[in-house]
Nanobody, 121 residues
Framework: QVQLVESGGGLVQAGGSLRLSCAAS????????MGWYRQAPGKQRDVVAIIYNGDITNYADSVKGRFTISRDNAKNTVYLQMNSLEPEDTAVYYC???????????????WGKGTLVTVSS
């Protein structure tokens, strides 16, 4: 099993910044991808940003130029630097990790419990 622990959510005014962190621990042989999804009230969960091996990144169009995803491979930790926050960014942010737990095993997706980000206007 793999556990994901998120931190860094909170309340911020529009135009402000927050940094989310997520550390993965447990049976980890290889991490193929880490990232963040978000779910606003009454809406589906959508991808925000993903970082793959080789530091290949993918962002939702709505956050390009404002959010930056990064990863510390030694710590199995992913970060999301969120700048120029807008009220529309208000959501529960979920950490995502795609992990291979042993040699020859398939990759499994894991999710954190979520951290609330509230942006006031």
């Amino acid at each position: 099993q793999v556990q994901l622990v998120e931190s860094g959510g909170g309340l911020v005014q529009a135009g402000g910044s927050l940094r989310l962190s997520c550390a993965a621990s447990g049976r980890i042989f290889r991490v193929d991808a880490m990232g963040w999804y978000r779910q606003a009230p009454g809406k589906q969960r959508d991808v925000v940003a993903i970082i793959y091996n080789g530091d290949i990144t993918n962002y939702a169009d709505s956050v390009k130029g404002r959010f930056t995803i990064s990863r510390d491979n030694a710590k199995n930790t992913v970060y999301l630097q969120m700048n120029s926050l807008e009220p529309e960014d208000t959501a529960v942010y979920y950490c995502y990790c795609r992990v291979v737990s042993g040699y020859g095993l398939g990759a499994v997706n894991y999710w954190g419990k979520g951290t609330l980000v509230t942006v006031s206007s």
